[in-house]
């Protein structure tokens, strides 16, 4: 009985954290393109390396 006396105001404190952690995320407008990061994400935009051929090797 004694844990749930400290278990249920930690995971209340938790969820309120949670929640307000969400609602700072859709107001900085974080959810705004999901499309294009996961478009952004099958682009490859490497460059291969260059050798330095100043040396002639």
């Not at 309120?16 to 107001?27: G, K």
């Not at 974080?30 to 100043?54: F, H, I, K, M, S």
Request: charged share 20%.
């Amino acid at each position: 009985m004694n844990a749930i006396l400290y278990l249920l105001p930690i995971s209340l404190l938790l969820a309120v954290i949670s929640l307000i952690a969400f609602f700072w995320t859709v107001r900085r407008n974080q959810y705004q393109d999901l499309d294009g990061d996961c478009l952004r994400a099958l682009v490859d935009e490497d460059l291969p390396l260059v050798r330095n051929t100043v040396d002639g090797k």
